[in-house]
């Protein structure tokens, strides 16, 4: 059972350049949550989709940041117009369950951005 | 607010001893889980140890064991016989709510374990 997938692993953009990250969650998981790591800090929660549906975007910036999980492939974390604060570790983690009392929380390697 | 406060930016510990990595937490809720992640070098977050509110006991995954203080709000990490391998960021982390997977992060420890 393979883990959770993320792609690319490396990613360089130049600034105002569009960043595509993607991820694929465990088999069987319908939960998928990104997280942002700055450097020299803890992740932070971005967004927290389920098939075809945003439930929760109240980490994500109003502007140029936006995610999908289609109903079928991956999630996918756009990032419009990149800046080099953007530049970050960028997690995806998958669950089974919702809740914290169900759900165990799996990561994946994560994406590196780098915006020159 | 929830927050979760890791207040040892870095520790270091001789290979074979014991280390505690503190954790305290601010919450209204009653049932939760609380989480440790370590993050090595090659970034994975990976889940040492998580600990249910309404249990007592605490709880222990081989060489790792947390201290749970409900009342205190506090959540510390013990390793034991540690190993190079332990070498790593760890994370607490706390579900935003009490009962979703929108964890809160604290800002870590780096750990570095000494031969």
């Known amino acids: 059972n393979a883990g959770v997938m993320q792609n690319p692993r490396h990613l360089v953009r130049r600034r105002g350049q569009e960043a595509r990250l993607r991820c694929s969650p465990m088999k069987g998981h319908s939960h998928v949550y990104w997280y942002r790591q700055l450097p020299e800090e803890g992740l932070k929660f971005m967004v927290y989709?389920?098939?075809?549906?945003?439930?929760?975007e109240s980490g994500m910036p109003k502007e140029r940041f936006s995610a999908e999980f289609p109903k079928e492939g991956p999630s996918i974390l756009r990032i419009q117009q990149v800046v080099r604060g953007d530049s970050a570790a960028y997690f995806c983690?998958?669950?089974?369950?919702?809740?914290?009392?169900?759900?165990?929380?799996?990561f994946g390697e994560g994406s590196r951005l780098t915006v020159l | 607010a929830q927050t979760v406060t890791q207040s040892q930016p870095e520790m270091s510990v001789q290979e074979a001893e014991t280390v505690t990595l503190s954790c305290t937490y601010d919450?209204?809720?009653?049932?939760?889980?609380l989480f440790w992640y370590k993050q090595p070098p090659s970034r994975q977050m990976i889940l040492v140890i998580r600990q249910e509110a309404y249990k007592q006991q605490n709880a222990t995954e081989n060489r790792f064991s947390v201290n749970f203080q409900k009342a205190a709000k506090s959540f510390s990490l013990k390793i034991s016989d540690s190993q190079l391998g332990d070498t790593a960021m760890y994370f607490c982390a706390f579900p935003h709510g009490g009962a979703t997977n929108k964890l809160i992060f604290g800002t870590g420890t780096l750990l570095a374990v000494q031969p």
């Open positions: 989709l389920q098939k075809e549906n945003i439930i929760d």
């Open positions: 919450t209204s809720e009653s049932n939760y889980y």
């Open positions: 983690a998958s669950s089974e369950e919702q809740g914290a009392l169900g759900g165990e929380l799996f």
